[in-house]
Nanobody, 125 residues
Framework: QLVESGGGLVQPGGSLNLACAAS????????VGWFRRAPGKESEGISC????????NYVDSVKGRFTVSRDNANDTVYLQLNSLRPEDTAVYYC????????????????????WGKGTLVTVSS
């Protein structure tokens, strides 16, 4: 099971840093994706990072604003959210896909093995 943290209420233009850790396991052998589900909308993949952290990908709507990273020594994956907009309001989830493929970076909802319960990000003035 994965555990997200770092969500909260922030004003437009503000920043948050989300964290994703494994409870009772390890993320070391997994590509990790970040997803979000906005009110009334379906879940969307927004970012991913491969096992070693040297390959990342982002959906167009967050490119240049969000940054994914991982600290394998501390077994944690982060998503830095900058220049937040009201339309970024959503529950943010991390999910892991166990893989032996070093270059794999996946942010497809139906491909992930393990999910967290999410952390709420609200962007409002």
């Amino acid at each position: 099971q994965l555990v997200e943290s770092g969500g909260g209420l922030v004003q437009p233009g503000g920043s948050l840093n989300l964290a994703c850790a494994a409870s009772g396991g390890t993320l070391a052998y997994s590509t990790v994706g970040w997803f979000r589900r906005a009110p009334g909308k379906e879940s969307e993949g927004i970012s991913c990072i491969n096992t070693s952290g040297d390959i990342t990908n982002y959906v167009d709507s967050v490119k240049g604003r969000f940054t994914v990273s991982r600290d394998n020594a501390n077994d944690t994956v982060y998503l830095q959210l900058n220049s937040l907009r009201p339309e970024d309001t959503a529950v943010y989830y991390c999910a892991a896909l166990v893989t032996v493929v070093h270059s794999l970076c996946v942010m497809e909802v139906n491909r992930m093995d393990y999910w967290g319960k999410g952390t709420l990000v609200t962007v409002s003035s």
